[in-house]
Every structure is written in C-alpha cells, then in structure tokens.
C-alpha cells in the first residue's frame, strides 16, 4: 500500500515538482516573496526608513514568516524521506529562513539574518531550466576538492607568515606607534599582506617600514599562489571531461545514425526513438 496520501502527492508535486504549471507557478510566487521580504529586511536597516515605516515592515515580516512557515511545514508533510529533506542543502536554508524571525524575539538584531533567505532563490536554476549551468559549478566545487590539501598549505604558510611579521613590527614599533599588542600587530600585517592598507595603524621607523615594504611584496607574491593551485586543478577538470565519452554508438530506428548523446531518447537528425545498447 502506497504510504503516501492523494493529498500529500498532489502538495508535493505543487511544491515540489516544477514541471507542471502549477508547480513553476508555485516556485515562481516563492521567489517574488524572497525577494520582496529581503528588500524589506534591506531598507529596514536604513535608519530613516526604520523611523517611518519600521511598524510596517515588521508586520509584513511577520506575515512572510506566516507564510514561509507554513511552506516548510507542507514540505515536510508532503516528502516521502522527510529526514532527506530535513538535511539536504534546500531543506537546512529553508528552515534558516524562517528562525531568525523567532530568534529576534529573544535578540532583536537577529532579525537581519533573514537576509539568508536569499539563498531560496537558487531555485530559480530549475525554474528557468538554468540546471546545464550547474555543471561549470560542480566543476569548480571539483578543483576546489582536489585542491583542498594545497589550499590548506598555503594558508597554514600565509598565517605563519603574519604571525611573524605581526611579531616583528610589535618589537620594532611598539605601542608608541600603534602596535599594542601582537595581536594589533597581527591585524595590520593581514591588512598590509592582503593588500587592503586601511592606514589606522602605519610603522613609523626606517626598519619598520623596511619590514612593511617587505610584507607589501609579498602581499602581491601570495595572491597568484591560490590561483596558480585552483587554475591548474581547473584545467585537470576540463581535460577529465573531455576524456569523458559524451556520445553513444546507439542505433536509430528510423535513419541508422549513430553517436548520440549520453542521455538522448530520441534521434536528433530524424526524431526516431534510439535502439538503445
């Protein structure tokens, strides 16, 4: 016996099917109330707009929180594997989504973490039938795997670095000129070493600003590292994929032609079904 009710079936392919009209038409709502309720969140933070409009902002909070309440509830109902979805990337946002309304009832300032939300409109992918360009994503998510154990290296050796150069300006400089503490040193070197150079805290002796030229140089040096890494495990994902066999000696029916894709049902030069292998 099917363990699934009419009901639930007929939610489920509404909420999450997008196939049918209903179902894109469901999907496409949601992201119209996404965005709406993440711009509201936006201009709240805006203190003029808080002063004048901040009651009815935080009604319509309170009602997309209604709303998007009621959606991972009819989620959950409607799910075979409540559990997989409960876990799954879509399942942890959309619950995301709608805690930080209730957290702000305990530390107001939570209620800015709805911005999360707009991470929902990811969906938007298979709405617009977008899914193909997920490939060059998983590609990259790829590099970044196969890459993680020099991406590890590196930063081990970079936060060494600072460190030591974080050390180094605290003995030259010392706090007359700004450094503190080690750790304040440790701050302006990540703010030299990564090239953003805000200037609050700046070495004001010859030897100090011969060991901030030094870190500047090599700020310039550690940024090609990473790209050089995820570059090369990049060009190793393509050249896999194009190794990769995309065509199959799959016979048409109609016209005999073969070297189809992978995953087509139907000849592409007459329409014919594919005599599968």
């Known amino acids: 016996?099917?363990?699934?009710?009419?009901?639930?079936k007929k939610i489920h392919e509404v909420i999450f099917g997008y196939e049918t009209k209903a179902g894109r038409w469901f999907d496409i709502l949601l992201i119209l109330?996404?965005?709406?309720?993440?711009?509201?969140?936006?201009?709240?933070?805006?203190?003029?707009?808080?002063a004048r409009y901040s009651d009815l902002l935080y009604r319509l909070e309170l009602i997309f929180t209604v709303l998007f309440t009621v959606e991972y509830a009819l989620r959950l109902?409607?799910?075979?594997?409540?559990?997989?979805?409960?876990?799954?990337?879509?399942?942890v946002i959309d619950?995301?989504?709608?805690?930080?309304?209730?957290?702000?009832?305990?530390?107001?300032?939570?209620?800015?973490?709805?911005?999360v939300r707009i991470m929902r409109v990811l969906r938007v992918f298979r709405i617009l039938k977008l899914m193909r360009y997920m490939g060059e994503a998983n590609m990259l998510y790829a590099a970044l795997l196969q890459a993680r154990r020099k991406i590890f290296v590196f930063l081990f050796s970079v936060v060494t670095l600072i460190i030591i150069f974080g050390a180094l300006m605290f003995i030259i400089e010392g706090g007359e000129n700004g450094f503190d503490s080690i750790p304040q040193s440790i701050y302006w070197?990540?703010?030299?070493?990564?090239?953003?150079?805000?200037?609050?805290?700046?070495?004001?002796?010859?030897?100090?600003?011969?060991?901030?030229?030094?870190?500047?140089?090599?700020?310039?040096?550690?940024?090609a590292v990473p790209t050089g890494i995820i570059g090369a495990e990049?060009?190793?994902q393509v050249q896999d994929q194009k190794n990769t066999p995309k065509t199959l000696g799959s016979e048409c029916t109609g016209c005999k032609a073969t070297g189809h894709d992978l995953d087509a049902r139907h000849c592409k030069y007459c329409g014919s079904l594919i005599h599968q292998n």
């Open 1 to 8: 016996m099917d363990s699934q009710s009419t009901a639930q």
């Open 33 to 50: 109330l996404i965005i709406i309720s993440v711009s509201a969140v936006l201009l709240d933070s805006i203190a003029s707009v808080h």
């Open 77 to 91: 109902y409607s799910t075979p594997d409540k559990r997989r979805y409960m876990f799954s990337f879509y399942g």
């Open 95 to 115: 619950l995301l989504s709608i805690l930080p309304t209730y957290i702000a009832f305990f530390y107001p300032s939570a209620v800015y973490l709805i911005v």
């Open 189 to 223: 070197a990540i703010v030299t070493i990564t090239t953003v150079g805000y200037g609050d805290v700046a070495p004001q002796t010859p030897f100090g600003q011969f060991i901030a030229a030094i870190a500047m140089i090599c700020g310039y040096a550690i940024i």
């Open 234 to 236: 990049l060009m190793q």
